[in-house]
């Protein structure tokens, strides 16, 4: 056996399952607590916890070291442990989307080969001080959160191709994010910028530029250049 799907079965508690599994979907159902017996399953390479009513996880989920895809996404956590960044397989997706957390642990930057994080709709009011521990993010979503500034080290994100900011308080951005080489897509709507750093006209590969809803922003001369350049930039 290595599928196992009970999503949206009403299930009020994690059931016991055989060694083996590889892929558990216990999506949308009604279960409050994890037991820890679930981190037995050392197999799992696939987690999907999302849309119950999961408020805490037990020590010991870092012993799913083949896990590559964990969704704890529309759940009730205030706060998740930094243990998360001990998952050192985890290398497709992590969704923490839709909860209410307000920090974001440190230890998660050690998460060096994660392509995908979604962290979105919570109650974020900073990110920790050095990013540069996910080098192989692709993409990272951070929007309808509380931030109000991203660290210098946003610029060490090599890989990072998307970045979602929508619905912070954001009111500037590092100059450092114009060494995302890489990136295609910069989401910056509703927030309360009133500059952008000119290091953003180095972005070669940014083909959307959002801007939507920032009415304090001062358009600089050097966006004209951006969109001649072939960047769609939305006002």
């Known amino acids: 056996m290595t599928l196992v799907d009970l999503s949206d079965q009403g299930l009020t508690s994690a059931p016991s399952l055989p060694e083996g599994v590889t892929r558990l979907d216990l999506y949308k159902n009604s279960i409050s607590e994890v037991p820890g017996s679930l981190w037995s399953l050392t197999g799992l390479r696939v987690l999907n916890l ?18 590559h895809t964990l969704d704890l996404a529309h759940n009730r956590f205030d706060s998740l442990p930094g243990e998360l960044g001990e998952l050192a397989g985890l290398t ?38 050095d990013l540069s521990g996910f080098a192989a993010l692709r993409e990272l979503r951070l929007y309808r959160n509380e931030l109000a500034a991203l660290p210098e080290s946003i610029g060490a994100l090599s890989a990072l191709r998307e970045l979602h900011l929508r619905g912070n308080r ?11 080489s890489e990136l295609r897509q910069l989401d910056l709507r509703e927030n309360s910028l009133t500059t952008l750093p000119a290091s953003l006209a180095r972005l070669s590969k940014l083909d959307k530029l959002d801007l939507r809803w920032n009415k304090q922003l001062r358009e600089p001369a050097w966006l004209r250049d951006v969109e001649e350049a072939g960047c769609m930039v939305l006002r």
């Open 50 to 67: 999302a849309a119950n009513r999961i408020s805490s996880l037990p020590p010991g989920i870092s012993a799913l070291t083949s896990l």
């Open 92 to 129: 497709e997706y992590l969704y923490i989307s839709d909860n209410r957390l307000t920090k974001f642990p440190a230890a998660w930057c050690r998460l060096g080969k994660l392509r995908y994080l979604g962290c979105t709709d919570n109650r974020l009011t900073a990110l920790p001080a």
């Open 170 to 180: 954001l009111t500037a951005l590092p100059d450092s994010i114009g060494l995302l």
